[in-house]
């Protein structure tokens, strides 16, 4: 097993996929590091390559927070490679 997919790292890009995948609409960096139950900066780390990949969305704001991008043009070939991209197995 490659260690980097038991990583802290992957793990909570993986639970902030499915965090926001359940809830279905906007979650602010606070709700989901204490969903998560991790530090909200650390959080934000996590996320800022999944808004780079175009896989969140982030809205600004007093309601702002992040979503999901609408996962119906994605397929999972490439679900996985931006994951993967985000952890540098795939240049």
Not at 61 to 85: E, F, H, N, Q, S
């Amino acid at each position: 097993m490659n260690p980097r997919l038991g990583s802290l790292r992957y793990r909570t890009t993986q639970s902030v996929i499915l965090l926001l995948g359940e809830h279905g609409g906007i979650l602010n960096s606070a709700q989901m590091a204490r969903e998560i139950r991790i530090h909200a900066v650390y959080l934000r780390k996590i996320i800022s390559p999944l808004l780079v990949s175009g896989l969140v969305e982030a809205k600004e704001g007093r309601d702002g927070g992040y979503k999901l991008a609408c996962l119906r043009k994605y397929k999972v070939a490439d679900l996985i490679v931006v994951v993967m991209k985000v952890f540098r197995f795939v240049y």
